[in-house]
């Protein structure tokens, strides 16, 4: 979908897209195997689902089918199934029962791994009671909406390349996986896109988000995001996204997914714990706008402070988002910090840490709650 509607060739040419859902696909000429739902953009099949009912059959059953029913390679003949072989032409496969969903974008025999599609339910896995109908009605109701998939398809889904290095041979092996985003790092991207376009810069966000659920990936879709959005007007609503991580080893993760998604060179530029806000290549990207800017907690202030000192930066539109919003720094690092904070109020005694709390709460005037800068804060 246009980031605006003010071209009217565009909006005209995306509305041309079309999107059918097929019941019981024969896939294979070596099988009279069929799966209960094939989707389809202009032709072209994206997903398949297996539905269960817990009266019958329930979604591990589905997982189960997808294992032992669906090799992407035909055990007799060796031949592949295109539309089961990864990243050929299905890319998510869907496990589905009234109550649940799970997802893979990998089959591989027994050694496919699903992993939960659920909304989650008052803290805990699964869903929620539905009043509506069945728990999983999200998936074709919301999920499977045109607007909603072809965004997944066009703005969520890349491809992830892992490197390993043989140890003994020294022999550096690729594999590549399909990553298909899971319900909760959409929903809180798509709600927080939602609300910047409806209130516009100046708001205040916090997600809480499960360790080991995809944090790193969902600030990665949500600062892509933020800096292709579009106002009403059709003007950029954020001239510089600004991540901020509480370590350097999350810092490289982050930058890697950033580049992992990032669709343009030199998109995202980062601040090194050593050149700092002193870098030029920094102040560059701050000036011509158009671009995410990942450092740590250590070398926020001082890209801030050149937010402040630098005139031609005055009045610009920031979106901050800030990583483990809760964890501090003590010791050298937090003394370190309040040396680079000495112009800005903060009430903390001495033997406190400082977190990144603190900082986005500090009343300086280049980081002050003002209408111009966005946070939004993971926890």
């Keep these: 979908r246009p980031a605006e509607s ?11 897209n079309k999107l059918r859902v097929a019941r019981q696909v024969y896939y294979s000429e070596n099988k009279t195997d069929s799966i209960d739902l094939v989707f389809f953009v202009n032709g072209l099949p994206v997903a398949t689902a297996e539905l269960k009912s817990e009266f019958q059959q329930d979604v591990h059953e589905a997982i189960r089918q997808y294992r032992q029913d669906r090799p992407p390679v035909d055990p007799t003949t060796r031949r592949r199934e295109p539309l089961l072989t990864p990243g050929r032409r299905a890319l998510v496969h869907f496990a589905v029962d009234n109550s649940e969903i799970y997802m893979t974008t990998r089959l591989d025999g027994a050694e496919t791994r699903f992993l939960p599609f659920n909304r989650g339910n008052a803290g805990h896995a699964g869903n929620p009671p539905n009043p509506g109908g069945a728990e999983t009605a ?3 109701e919301e999920v499977l909406a045109k607007d909603a998939w072809l965004g997944i398809l066009g703005k969520f889904m890349h491809v992830q390349v892992d490197k390993r290095k043989d140890p003994t041979s020294g022999r550096v092996s690729r594999s590549s996986t399909v990553i298909f985003p899971r319900f909760h790092q959409h929903d809180a991207v798509t709600k927080l896109l939602a609300d910047a376009k409806e209130k516009g810069p100046g708001q205040r966000y916090l997600v809480q988000h499960s360790a080991g659920s995809g944090k790193t990936k969902t600030i990665a879709w949500l600062a892509h995001r933020l800096i292709r959005h579009m106002s009403p007007d059709a003007a950029s609503t954020f001239d510089s996204v600004i991540v901020v991580t509480d370590r350097t080893v999350l ?12 669709s343009s060179r030199g998109l995202v530029v980062s601040v090194g714990e050593k050149s700092g806000a002193k870098s030029p290549q920094l102040r560059d990207a701050l000036i011509e706008g158009d671009h995410i800017i990942t450092c740590t907690l250590q070398t926020f202030p001082e ?3 050149l937010v402040a000192d630098t005139a031609e930066l005055r009045g610009r539109r920031w979106a901050v988002i800030a990583d483990e919003a809760h964890s501090s720094q003590s010791g050298s690092t937090a003394r370190d910090l309040r040396e ?34 966005t946070f939004v804060a993971l926890t």
């Design 6 to 16: 003010m071209n009217p060739s565009t909006t005209a040419r995306y509305a041309q």
């Design 138 to 140: 999200y998936l074709w």
């Design 251 to 262: 810092d490289e993760n982050v930058r890697e997914d950033m580049r992992l998604i990032q």
């Design 303 to 305: 890209v801030m402070k």
């Design 340 to 373: 680079l904070l000495v112009d800005v109020d903060l009430d903390i005694d001495d033997g406190e840490g400082i977190s990144a709390d603190d900082l986005l709460a500090a009343k300086d005037s280049a980081i002050a709650a003002s209408a111009n800068i």
